[in-house]
């Protein structure tokens, strides 16, 4: 039966292509590699039916029709989809055919069917759905925040962009209308998140672990570190990074002309100082980012035009868009999608080169014969749209003048050691959720505050606390993608490395960095970092090296 002409909405549709699977010939090395490439021309369909719900239903949160579509492949498919998938892998895992795939490129591929098929349970099977469903709800809840501001309804982000004002009473007042609408929202939050972890600790006891981090860590297939490389992580941004971050708060304070800085005030520029506003609407970041990407490289220049000509780029701010920024990659038309929520800062500038780098990963490794093998590994892909940042730094005067081009470049910077101090706070909290599910709100919010007073901005919070403790509240991957975030500070610091590598060459820099990205997820997590020149390393020694580095580079750009 062809893969051709597939309604991968309907599972009644989509049961007899995989049912054909388990008639075909399984003996020999051709015979497996075959019946992959048939497999991957089914799951194309599906991948793509996926991401274009996952799109129709971010872009506008209020379109009914999709939501509708969405739970219904989300309830009735992928539940299905879920049982077909682990018996179609263990058929090939036993199959003699595979046993005689012993080459390097199936190497990846084997290794981890074999630690999904050891993980699935048929017991999980409707409980991942209903987590799966209910994950989603995130999005609606989300995209249901309206903010009053001057009179008008307005998107979350364009009163987060006024937290950059040197007018300190106008940031702070945005500061607390942003808060004060979450709170009076939280209830929704934290009841999504109690049924969350009721759902993922189950899944996991069901799977045989005393709890759901210690499931996810092999489901995520983290082979090359585990909890306690996490930990120690955390223990070295305490020791090694936070000193840094809190004398970059001392400088803005002290470049504010405050005695004691607020949570309004960690954004703002001086008064005289307007903050950096490098465009004035989606259409204006969309051109000026073309014009960096041709002055980087041709073939990244035809990729980010052809995805502006196709309107994959979906940036503009509006009600009832869900917050946050994704690239997506529909497997069967082998096209990306981003999405963002643009606001006129510097902030969206690197979102949509961070969000671009993903893109040029997926275009890169297309060909990857492969469906796997056309996603790596997250921390790598990561490592990709972190990398482009580093690589477009020199570029951004496209967007400023000389001095604000050195805000810029400074902002990134201090940005770099913002991303490391938070990724410790979130996986932090990730971790305490999941080894402690049965916690109250009270202790949740509770413990929040302590990882923020340990890993958070050097900030007076007297008389707000209440409101800062529920910032964890929109953070998207505690609801979508759980433990999903230490994969930012081992790309952050692969990003660093890359950036070093270019300051004295960088077309070596992007050519190995392409190299890695060619090869998709077919070689092993520290095989990927090799390729692209870097070491797959967070050790306390790597990361004192880069954090030193950072600080050189910042005491050239002062912040006033």
């Known amino acids: 039966m062809s893969a051709k002409m597939i309604n991968a909405s309907s599972w009644d549709d989509l049961r007899p292509h995989y049912e054909e699977l388990f008639e075909l010939p399984l003996n020999t090395a051709e015979e497996a590699e075959a019946w992959l490439r048939q497999r991957d021309s089914i799951d194309e369909y599906v991948d793509e039916e996926h ?62 069917l074999r630690a999904d098929v050891a993980l699935f349970r048929e017991e999980n099977v409707a409980i991942e759905a209903e987590e799966q469903q209910l994950s989603r709800k995130f999005n609606q809840l989300a995209g249901d925040l309206k903010f009053v501001w001057d009179g008008q309804e307005v998107p979350m982000m364009q009163v987060y962009a006024k937290t950059e004002e040197p007018d300190r009473s106008v940031r702070e007042k945005a500061w607390r209308t942003m808060f004060g609408g979450l709170l009076e929202h939280s209830l929704g939050f934290q009841e999504l998140v109690d049924d969350l972890i009721k759902l993922r600790h189950k899944i996991a006891v069901n799977a045989g672990f005393d709890n759901f981090r210690d499931y996810m860590y092999k489901k995520l297939h983290r082979f090359d570190y585990g909890p306690e490389h996490c930990a120690e992580y955390r223990k070295s941004v305490a020791e090694l990074i936070m000193p840094l971050s809190r004398r970059l708060d001392d400088e803005r304070r002290q470049a504010l002309g405050l005695e004691k800085l607020r949570p309004w005030d960690v954004r703002a520029e001086p008064i005289g100082r307007d903050p950096l506003r490098p465009f004035t609407d989606a259409d204006e970041l969309i051109a000026k980012t073309s014009e960096i990407f041709k002055k980087i490289d041709p073939k990244l220049s035809r990729f980010y035009d052809t995805m502006k000509e196709r309107q994959e780029l979906d940036l503009a701010s509006r009600l009832n868009k869900s917050p946050g920024g994704y690239h997506t990659f529909r497997a069967q038309s082998r096209r990306p999608f981003i999405f963002m929520n643009a606001a006129g800062t510097q902030r969206d500038v690197m979102t949509l080169l961070h969000e671009s780098g993903h893109a040029f990963h997926s275009l890169h490794a297309v060909d990857q014969p492969l469906l796997a093998y056309r996603h790596s590994p997250r921390e790598f892909a990561e490592l990709a749209a972190m990398g482009m940042e580093m690589i477009a730094l020199p570029h951004l005067a496209e967007f400023y003048d000389e001095a604000d081009y050195k805000r810029a470049v400074r902002s990134l910077l201090a940005g770099t050691i913002n991303t490391l101090c938070s990724v410790a706070m979130v996986d932090g909290l990730q971790d305490w959720f999941y080894l402690n599910p ?69 077309e070596a820099t992007l050519r190995d960095y392409c190299r890695a990205l060619e090869l998709g997820g077919s070689r092993p997590l520290p095989e990927l970092f090799e390729t692209a020149g870097l070491r797959f390393d967070f050790s306390p020694e790597t990361i004192s090296k880069l954090v030193k580095a950072v600080e050189a580079k910042l005491e050239e750009l002062p912040f006033a």
């Open 51 to 112: 991401s274009t719900l996952y799109i129709a239903t971010t872009t506008n949160t209020a379109d009914k029709d999709s939501q509708e579509k969405q739970r219904h492949f989300v309830s009735e498919v992928m539940p299905e989809l879920h049982r077909m998938s682990f018996r179609l892998d263990q058929h090939f895992v036993d199959s003699p055919g595979a046993q005689l795939l012993t080459g390097p490129t199936h190497e990846v591929y084997l290794r981890n």
């Open 438 to 506: 049965d916690h109250t709100h009270e202790e949740r919010n509770a413990y929040w505050r302590d990882l923020t007073n340990e890993f958070g901005g050097d900030t007076d919070d007297s008389g707000v606390e209440h409101l800062r403790e529920v910032g964890w509240e929109l953070i998207p991957h505690i609801y979508r993608q759980p433990f999903y975030y230490f994969e930012y500070a081992v790309a952050q610091l692969g990003a660093l490395q890359l950036w070093q590598r270019a300051q004295e060459d960088q």
